[in-house]
């Protein structure tokens, strides 16, 4: 079946079941790879992006329920890689292995547009479900500290 789906301001027709996940049609039928695949049952949160500004985890969210709405993956948050939290991400060296990275980010930029300057408290709660195997946690709230500094949400 033909979807029609608004991604990074662009849209794409793709001939697909409308209950596949959304993560498969990112990464397979769009060639957008950098939405990641990490638990299957929207408990990791490594393949956030967001969906008319609300993060959405996409490996359980069916493609006909993007359809007439507005996708936003980590390749659409910046043309030029410089909305505030990536460039904060960057700068405090975040990253170890990288893998939940654009999860993580998609998610931080979600709660900068929501709340410019973010306590510790509003941080935790709302990056609580997104995990990091590598325990980066202390980086990602003072990048996202950081990205509120720089002007938050873009």
């Known amino acids: ?14 001939d697909v079941e409308p ?3 959304l993560l498969w049609v990112l990464r397979d039928n769009m060639g957008l790879t950098g939405t990641k695949y990490g638990c299957g049952i929207a408990r990791c949160g490594a393949c956030t992006v967001h969906m008319d500004g609300q993060p959405t985890r996409t490996c359980n969210t069916q493609a006909a329920n993007a359809v007439g709405k507005k996708v936003i993956t980590i390749e659409g948050l ?6 505030p939290i990536q460039v904060a991400w960057v700068e405090l060296e975040v990253p170890q292995c990288g893998w939940c990275q654009s999860g993580q980010i998609m998610a931080a930029a979600a709660l900068l547009a929501k709340r410019p300057r973010p306590t510790d408290a509003d941080i935790d709660a709302e990056m609580e479900l997104n995990l990091c195997r590598c325990g980066t946690y202390q980086n990602i709230r003072a990048a996202i500290h950081r990205a509120a500094a720089l002007g938050g949400a873009r």
């Open 78 to 83: 910046s043309a030029d890689s410089k909305h």
């Open 1 to 14: 079946m033909a979807l029609t789906l608004n991604v990074n301001g662009k849209d794409y027709t793709v």
């Open 19 to 21: 209950e596949t996940p």
